[in-house]
């Protein structure tokens, strides 16, 4: 039995061997090889090629500047010119004005494709669809957690209400800091608001007790202690100041002195000098000298009066604080002598009032100072209140947290409330996950909507975006070419050797755009033909290479007119032939060719495809996990083609660097085929 069993394992094992090896050489068949490249930074070529007819009697197109006004016009139809004659001039203020409304067109249009550049299209749904898809994601964990939970539910709990309480007692712990640092905050607004009240009473303070250490001076009857306490109330009167305050007081005594012994002098000098019997002589010198003496006299005295009295003034506003303090310690030393049981209170008071009026102690000052305190005192109790409940609820918790697990060491714990909020969380999760389900159908709904709404869009901005640059570059232009104008005075020269044979200009006219300007130079032009689409990129003054029959070498000449399409779309456009041998109604072939901007993101023509709804898009391949390992299918992205030439096609879509774009295949591709890429790639 043990022998026929091997033998089928084995067989199995071969079975499943050669059906691999079957299963991948039909893979290898049967899937499509594809080529790959990337987006690339690149520009796109644009050429037109054909055969022209050779016509007599060429004409020079003069390049007129729409909207500018003729100043001057030199030469008239049928004049003829050299190579650098003066032509026409245009008005100069008018050229500058008609350049500065350009630049203002120019600006705005700039500002405008800044704007379409960045992009108002509607969204494509995708945000919402993974935002969707991860909300019904997170509710299916939540309620495998949910189930798993419930399940062992005694487990759980523990570990949950472990987490609970290191989160309390953290809390708990951070509680008691915060409470600790807003106290300190509140008892220091208390501790500033106390001591500003102490430094506000201080120097009454001081005063009630020089007045009480002068008192009992008095009482005891000690005359030297007396004149101290005495010294060391006038001392606080002058704030620290009161021998300063002496000194001047004695300096001001001797100014009095002074001046008092100099006015005594001048006057003993003067009625030693003065002989009043002179006013009385018969000669006029006499008396008129005795006049002089006599105002002389006044003059000194009246100076030495004032000097006299400014000095008195002087001392008196030194003493008149003095006379007043000692006048009411006088009052008070002798209240306290005489034991007068109402007088001293009264000479007490009248002496503090003069004390605290010199010291500028308002009572207003005292009050706000007192109230300060108190209501810092109200916060802080109430902080305190406040905090001190925070703190008891968080350890109330933290206690309760703390029994519950000491219990469900013990064994003792009942878990019939715990029960309950699982099986609570399993029915909240199952609901959330159904409302994830149904946000998720409602947004896969919608998504098809939003996705064609964007692709419309985003070929609209694409065109409007290559309709607007083409504007800028044709504005460009025109600025360019007035510049050149005003730098050249207004003045428009002959390019060429020929007589005028076309002009529709008018002295003092504004260029519409419908005049001509003919110059003909009795040589031969090229007469070309081609498709509206295929000129659309060639402007007048374009570089074109035309083939002569009898040579290998080609000539190189410029556009000179380019017509307007005819009925079938074709557009006729020239070129001035080089001097050579030609004949009327000969065929020379041409070619234009002309490179545009560069482009952010290019891609082989090949990989571009249309579907079904005009829609354009690209394929790209993408790896997936499978039963059998990792697979390469194809996956489709809307593009917007923004230009093409030949070989590139210039997009825009969301692609990076590093995505691979089918270009070829060996067989019919569509979405989801399984593909197999080069190995050359």
């Known amino acids: 039995m ?9 067989g199995f094992f071969i079975a499943m061997l050669t059906f691999t090896i079957v299963s991948r050489t039909a893979d290898s068949v049967m899937v499509a090889r594809v080529s790959v490249d990337s987006i690339k930074r690149n520009s796109l070529s644009y050429e037109v090629s054909g055969t022209g007819t050779v016509k007599g009697n060429s004409g020079k197109y003069i390049l007129l500047q729409n909207g500018c006004r003729i100043a001057k016009l030199p030469k008239k139809p049928g004049d003829t010119v050299k190579k650098g004659d003066v032509l026409f001039i245009y008005d100069l203020p008018n050229l500058k004005d008609q350049r500065e409304t350009l630049n203002g067109e120019l600006k705005k249009m700039q500002l405008q494709y800044e704007k379409a550049g960045l992009g108002t299209v ?4 995708n945000l919402d669809l993974e935002t969707a898809l991860l909300q019904e994601s997170n509710a299916l964990d939540d309620l495998k957690e949910a189930k798993a939970s419930l399940k062992d539910i005694q487990k759980t709990a523990k570990k949950k209400k472990k987490e609970e309480y290191n989160t309390a007692f953290e809390e708990l712990t951070d509680l008691k800091s915060q409470k600790e640092t807003a106290l300190k905050t509140f008892q220091r607004a208390l501790n500033d608001s106390t001591e500003s009240l102490t430094e506000l009473e201080e120097p009454e303070q001081t005063l009630k007790g020089l007045l009480k250490d002068y008192k009992e001076a008095v009482i005891s009857r000690q005359e030297e202690a007396i004149t101290a306490r005495s010294n060391y109330i006038f001392d606080f009167y002058y704030t620290k100041k009161y021998t300063e305050h002496k000194k001047d007081v004695k300096n001001a005594e001797t100014s009095l002195n002074r001046a008092k012994e100099d006015l005594a002098d ?6 030693e000098a003065i002989n009043d ?6 000669d006029p010198a006499t008396r008129k000298a005795y006049e002089q003496q006599i105002a002389s006299r006044n003059s000194e005295v009246k100076s030495g009066n004032r000097a006299v009295e400014d000095a008195q003034n002087k001392l008196d506003e030194l003493t008149e604080e003095d006379v007043k303090l000692n006048t009411a310690l006088k009052a008070y030393r002798s209240d306290i002598e005489s034991n007068s049981a109402a007088s001293p209170t009264l000479s007490y008071q009248q002496f503090y009032q003069l004390v605290l009026q010199k010291l500028d102690i308002k009572e207003e000052t005292l009050n706000t ?17 406040e905090w001190n409940e925070k703190v008891a609820k968080a350890q109330k918790k933290t206690d309760l947290l703390n029994s519950d697990l000491k219990a469900m060491e013990t064994g003792t714990y009942d878990y019939g409330n715990d029960q309950k909020e699982g099986e609570k969380a399993v029915e909240a999760a199952g609901r959330a996950l159904k409302a994830a389900r149904l946000s998720l159908d409602k947004v896969k709904d919608g998504n098809e909507v939003k996705q064609e709404t964007k692709q419309k869009e985003e070929k609209g901005e694409a065109l409007d975006l290559s309709a607007l640059r083409l504007d800028i570059d044709k504005k460009e232009e025109e600025i360019h070419n007035i510049t050149e104008i005003i730098n050249n005075k207004g003045r428009v020269t002959s390019p060429v050797n020929g007589v005028i044979s076309q002009s529709s200009l008018n002295y003092g006219m504004l260029v519409t755009g419908s005049e001509k300007f003919i110059i003909s130079t009795g040589g031969y032009e090229l007469s070309m033909t081609a498709s509206e689409k295929e000129i659309k990129y060639f402007v007048s003054g374009d570089e074109v290479k035309i083939k002569p029959y009898n040579s290998n070498k080609s000539l190189t000449s410029k556009l000179e007119s380019i017509g307007l399409p005819d009925s079938n779309g074709r557009v006729t456009f020239t070129a001035l032939l080089p001097k050579g041998n030609y004949k009327e109604g000969d065929s020379l072939g041409y070619q234009l060719s002309k490179t545009s901007e560069e482009f952010a993101e290019c891609i082989p023509i090949g990989a571009i495809r249309q579907g079904s709804d005009n829609s354009t898009y690209v394929l790209l391949v993408k790896e997936k996990d499978s039963v059998l390992g990792k697979e390469t299918e194809a996956f489709k992205l809307n593009v917007t ?9 210039a997009i825009e879509g969301s692609l990076s660097e590093k995505d ?12 989801g085929d399984r593909v197999r890429v080069n190995e050359t790639e």
């Open 2 to 10: 043990e022998r026929k069993l091997k033998k089928l394992i084995i």
């Open 122 to 125: 509607s969204d494509d749904g």
């Open 266 to 271: 001048t006057i003993r000098k003067w009625n």
């Open 277 to 282: 019997w002179e006013r009385y002589s018969d």
């Open 369 to 385: 100072a007192k109230t300060k305190i108190e209501r810092a005192k109200e916060d802080l109790g109430d902080q305190e209140k």
């Open 641 to 649: 083609v923004l230009d093409k030439d030949k070989k590139t096609a």
């Open 660 to 671: 691979s774009v089918i270009t070829d295949s060996n067989k019919f591709v569509e979405e």
